[in-house]
């Protein structure tokens, strides 16, 4: 079936530090990548997205790539600010399957000054 | 532009009753998706509904419903509530037209965390 593997969290870093969260999927067909983030006693925002291979989504200094042959969507930020504490999402959409997002188990990044 | 408004926030209930969550998605958006978060298993899929219809079901028990109505706010209800019902139950909106709008482009609410006792 269709499912989403993130790296464990918490991940740690100091302020301006570069940040790298791990995401690979298992999918039939072409599906739709995401990264949903969720601050502190808020909802979920999308971070950004690809819905094709080699297509690269990037909002707010974060990039990820989507990589049909290593199936993965991994998200990183150059340098990362105490602001970008929360915790991060990697999601998939299958073509066809509308509005089910299948996300992993999510990411805690903590960043201290 | 308002965004999803999710109702109530926070509620109590004891098992065996059954709960009513409502949602109002953003203005003109005629999708709206639930889903269930919980520390244990995550975020999962519960049911979108888009134009009144269900179109999309995730694997949960008969005891979780929804409807939509014409002005596409939403409603979910849990009968028969169980301990492990006890979740953050999130609403999330879109246009939900392939080709408008990417699909798996949520825009969600703050939830409702339920609390069974």
């Known amino acids: 079936g269709n499912s989403v593997t993130q790296m464990e969290g918490p991940v740690t870093l100091s302020e301006e530090a570069f940040l790298t969260i791990n995401c690979t999927y298992t999918?039939?067909?072409?599906?739709?990548l995401f990264w949903y983030v969720q601050y502190p006693g808020e909802g979920l925002q999308l971070l950004l997205k690809a819905t094709k291979a080699d297509d690269k989504g990037s909002n707010k200094g974060f990039e990820a790539t989507y990589r049909k042959e290593t199936t993965s969507f991994h998200l990183e930020k150059g340098s990362v600010q105490v602001s970008d504490s929360a915790v991060y999402f990697c999601?998939?959409?299958?073509?066809?399957?509308?509005?089910?997002?299948?996300f992993g188990a999510g990411t805690r990044l903590a960043v201290h000054p | 532009k308002a965004g999803v408004t999710q109702t109530p926030r926070y509620l109590i209930k004891t098992r065996g009753q059954q709960v009513t969550l409502s949602c109002s998605p953003i203005?003109?958006?005629?999708?709206v998706s639930w889903y269930q978060q919980t520390p244990g298993q995550g975020l999962q899929f519960l049911f979108e509904?888009?134009?009144?219809?269900?179109?999309n079901k995730g694997n949960f028990p008969g005891r979780f419903s929804g409807r939509q109505f014409s002005n596409s706010r939403s409603e979910m209800n849990v009968s028969t509530l169980e301990l492990g019902d006890s979740a953050l139950y999130l609403c999330a909106s879109s246009l939900g037209l392939a080709g408008v709008q990417v699909v798996g482009e949520l825009f969600f609410g703050e939830g409702s965390r339920l609390t069974v006792l």
């Open positions: 203005s003109g958006h005629r999708s």
């Open positions: 999918a039939t067909g072409y599906p739709s």
């Open positions: 999601a998939l959409t299958r073509s066809g399957g509308y509005n089910k997002l299948i």
């Open positions: 509904y888009f134009s009144e219809t269900q179109r």
